[in-house]
Nanobody
Framework: QVQLVESGGGLVQAGGSLRLSCTASGRNFRNYNMGWFRRAPGKERDFVAAISVAGAVTYYADSVKGRFTISRDNAKSMLYLEMNNLKPEDAAVYYC????????????????WGQGTQVTVSS
């Protein structure tokens, strides 16, 4: 089992940057493909980015490609999401998740979820 806790959210102006972190505890973090999802107010939770177990392969939603970077440090059991050039439409609660399938964009293919961290972008 893996427990996930997100941090790093906050208020930022449009065009600014934030770095989200996801701290994993429990066993076998390095065996899980990891992902970031987000839920904006009044909307469904959507895929943002995913990364393979060794970090060699990454996947992005079209809306964040070129602005967001997902990475992981298996030695520290950490997952990151570097977000640059933030836009008001990026405002959401961001969740990290652990799953078995590499690059999955489907929520039901992720087994463990964090509680989320709020990102607010002012225009």
């Amino acid at each position: 089992q893996v427990q996930l806790v997100e941090s790093g959210g906050g208020l930022v102006q449009a065009g600014g940057s934030l770095r989200l972190s996801c701290t994993a505890s429990g066993r076998n973090f390095r065996n899980y493909n990891m992902g970031w999802f987000r839920r904006a107010p009044g909307k469904e939770r959507d895929f943002v980015a995913a990364i393979s177990v060794a970090g060699a392969v990454t996947y992005y939603a079209d809306s964040v490609k070129g602005r967001f970077t997902i990475s992981r440090d298996n030695a520290k059991s950490m997952l990151y999401l570097e977000m640059n050039n933030l836009k008001p439409e990026d405002a959401a609660v961001y969740y990290c998740a652990a799953g078995a399938k590499p690059g999955s964009r489907l929520q039901h293919e992720y087994v463990y979820w964090g509680q989320g961290t709020q990102v607010t972008v002012s225009s």
